[in-house]
């Protein structure tokens, strides 16, 4: 007994010693790491050029509008403007949710609500406001468009808020006072 236990114990201790397949034991114990600081890295990225694009194609809209190149506007057409100028949001005219408020002067308040956004798994969504502002009117914008995750269960898309479909809001505000004729 005592001479198969010496036999196992110099096996055991011999397996330690050998270094043969080291490196491809933390080949395998790094890889998952690595993947996930990619994955990670690759969403932020995306999630960062969609929030820039809407950003920028909110603003050349608004501006647009401010100007009086829209002489009817409506939901429908800044909706089309804005999606127009964002190429790569999937689905965007179908759920885009422009909200345009008029803020007084005197008082600077701000609405008490946060940005709706489509909630894609129902089919009621929130009712936003759309006013067209008159002359020198200070008008706040809100636009949200939900998009997919690349990668929803691992870095920035596991923290983001989500609808019902596993979506997350790119969100983009601004604010413009209304030109006289």
Request: proline share 5%; charged share 25%.
């Given at each position: 007994m005592?001479r198969?236990l010496?036999?196992k114990f110099s096996?055991?201790?011999r ?5 043969d397949g080291?490196?491809?034991?933390e080949f395998?114990?790094?890889i998952?790491l690595l993947?996930g ?6 969403e ?5 050029t969609?929030?820039?694009?809407l950003?920028?194609?909110v603003?050349?809209t ?5 100007l009086g190149?829209?002489p ?5 057409l800044?909706k089309?403007?804005i ?6 949001f999937?689905?965007?005219?179908q759920?885009?949710?422009i909200?345009?408020t ?10 008490k609500?946060?940005v ?10 929130p ?6 502002g008159q002359?020198n009117?200070l008008?706040l914008?809100r636009?949200c468009?939900p998009q ?6 691992t870095?920035?898309?596991l923290?983001l ?11 983009a505000?601004t604010a413009f ?5």
């Open positions: 005592i198969s010496r036999f096996r055991l201790t397996a330690f010693r050998n270094d080291m490196a491809s034991i395998a114990l790094m998952p993947l600081v990619f994955m990670a890295s690759f932020s990225g995306m999630l960062m969609r929030s820039i694009m950003e920028q194609s603003d050349m608004m501006r647009e509008l401010r190149h829209y009817t506007p409506t939901a429908e800044l089309s403007e999606c127009r100028r964002t190429v790569i999937k689905d965007c005219e759920n885009i949710m909200e345009m008029r803020l007084s002067t005197s008082t600077w308040a701000l609405p609500t946060g709706k956004c489509i909630d894609r798994s129902q089919d009621i969504q009712v936003t406001t759309l006013q067209i002359k009117d008008m914008v636009v468009v997919d995750a690349l990668f929803p269960t870095g920035i898309g923290g808020p989500k609808d019902g479909k596993g979506g997350y809001g790119v969100i505000v006072v209304t030109e006289p004729n």
